[in-house]
């Protein structure tokens, strides 16, 4: 069967290769004669993948040797709780920048988190207004706390399409950042950041591993008087064999890596991404009686692309058109509505095209 | 290639059915033109997925309606702390009854967690004897708080091979239990249970999916001083799709349980596994000048057989010479020693013979 242009927010769409790898290896791995996921994660077999997936994801994204690479599970959320538990320090506070409903819900877990330690969060400003995010803050809205544990920021917004296009200088203070949707999608100047989490799901494997990149100071310094599962040091001192790793999910995430350092590596998917968004954007902008895209420009994301039709009842036709048309995945988030391109590494210019010649044959059919 | 006779303790050997039906649909999945690792979480074609794996555990472990089915991330050393957060009321206390090194973790994490809420964590009984863990106590050992919130117990002690035939009478105190390395080798009298975690990498499933089974009254009651990521109620009330579960893994475990339903359900597992390690318990006993089986009689483990040999030298060999036979992962776990046959639900009969065999004939030519 032919395979569908995918415009889902994660899981979202893999490599074809990367899959197709994954299917012929799948039941006896490396002449092993068995699966993968039926080898322990203690066999040098399982070892060497789990490596390379923690070298292949360095050289992807140049980190340098100050920071970790951790594999870790239960997704951004469980960062949401694990950045606190680890960083925000007893009796010290931590500043949040909120950009959206992830971000929102970040500070109402460090909030949680805080209270028996006698340490709280902040929240240094919020975009949300009439319950829509539709931008970063300025730099003159912000104005941190030089005292703070760390800065919390959301890279980028998923459901609402917003994404910083460049980090807020947070001088001494550590930046943390939740890079779940654009983590593997853009350069990241590792000297600005002192922590950052993703789940894989959205441009570099599957769901069920959390990466995330920390810089050695700070997690060796983490704190101790929370569970040992918790700490990053754990993580970072067993090379996240701890305990138990999701083996398969790692195992996909090697796999895509190495298929997008494959296509050119990340300078050639961060410019594949940009030329992609700036053709949707430029679609709607151009159609603007019909499709509007509501993020401000200077904040709007490169991989997810919000855009508003101008009546539900048109939503749901344009969601079944394109559905037969062999597109899929672009109902906005459901607590935002409206329709969403989510097109992340793995969905290439041609599937954007696809869905662009769609939107205008759909707008001079419908307006 | 031939596929090998795999006594791995976790990661553990899969039914080939479920290994093959995965490797089937792995690219492209039931006609939707993608792979299921690329479908959103909130897709019918997923949830379908997803609900079957609810409705198999229930079906094949006789799981009543009093009691949730929860998949969850981060294995049982994740519930480690999971369990006091949720259950351990402030300014209370909780139970553990120490038999092996995991038992003594879950202590260890519950006194960390329990600290900043007032609450505490106590050992009834332990029964490490220089370091090791050969049996689990006798009724006469135990003197449970009336008072304490809940008793915890490790079900099977994977690295010392021991196991509980029968759980302790707790009264009105709830049990909770660490069932990962016997979960689904063996019926569970769950009028009995108050909850139950295992990691599904044993007997069920690959590694990256917790399944938790509990009691709806004590879930619901749950604290909500704790993240919302930490609590089991969240889960509950979403069928675990509060945040994007790790869609392979839970495919994979549906694929598994189909499996062992198809291969007589339950019973036929269970008996199996008595069989098999009746075999293996039999062989040592019989040469028990070669081969030594160290946990007491009425604490053997049914799925993790733990012998020693006269030498490490002898263990070497063995290893060697099993591995050569098509016979793996047979060591013993790293802080213990000596071998271990770990004979869970996937492991069948045949393999098991080919082990004793193997046994028989390594002991004829070098005792």
């Not at 929370?226 to 999701?246: C, H, M, V, W």
Request: aromatic fraction near 10%; hydrophobic fraction near 40%.
């Amino acid at each position: 069967m032919k395979r569908v242009a995918n415009f889902n927010a994660g899981p979202a769409a893999l490599p074809l290769e990367a899959l197709e790898r994954g299917q012929r290896e799948f039941v006896a791995f490396e002449g092993t004669g068995m699966s993968l996921l039926e080898h322990s994660h203690r066999e040098p077999s399982y070892e060497k993948v789990h490596r390379e997936a923690i070298g292949l994801l360095r050289e992807y994204l140049s980190i340098p040797d100050t920071h970790d690479v951790l594999f870790m599970q239960g997704g951004a959320r469980m960062q949401f709780a694990f950045v606190p538990l680890n960083l925000l320090q007893p009796g010290k506070s931590a500043d949040y920048v909120v950009t959206g409903t992830w971000a929102k819900q970040a500070y109402e877990e460090a909030t949680l988190v805080s209270k028996p330690y006698g340490s709280s969060a902040r929240v240094v400003v919020s975009t949300e207004k009439d319950k829509k995010f539709t931008r970063v803050p300025e730099t003159s809205e912000m104005s941190f706390d030089a005292e703070a544990s760390y800065v919390h920021i959301t890279s980028n917004n998923t459901l609402f399409g917003s994404q910083w296009a460049s980090y807020p200088e947070t001088g001494n203070v550590p930046l943390v950042a939740d890079m779940t949707s654009d983590f593997g999608s853009r350069k990241v100047d590792w000297s600005k950041i002192a922590l950052a989490y993703a789940g894989a799901q959205k441009n570099i494997g599957p769901a069920g591993v959390t990466v995330v990149v920390g810089r050695k100071d700070l997690i060796q310094a983490g704190r101790t008087d929370i569970p040992q599962i918790f700490r990053y040091k754990g993580y970072a001192d067993s090379e996240s064999l701890l305990n138990t790793p999701p083996v398969f999910a790692i195992y996909m995430l090697r796999n895509t890596v190495r298929a997008l350092l494959d296509w050119g590596g990340l300078e050639v998917i961060e410019a594949e991404c940009k030329a992609k968004a700036a053709l949707l954007y430029g679609l709607c902008d151009s159609l603007s009686d019909f499709y509007r895209a509501p993020v401000e420009t200077k904040s709007r994301s490169t991989v997810n692309v919000v855009f508003q039709l101008p009546s539900e009842e048109l939503d749901k036709k344009f969601l079944s058109e394109a559905k037969a048309a062999g597109l899929v995945g672009l109902k906005g988030h459901r607590s935002v509505g409206g329709l969403r391109a989510s097109i992340y590494t793995a969905v290439r210019m041609p599937s954007v095209q696809l869905l662009a010649e769609f939107m205008r044959t759909f707008a001079a059919a419908n307006r």
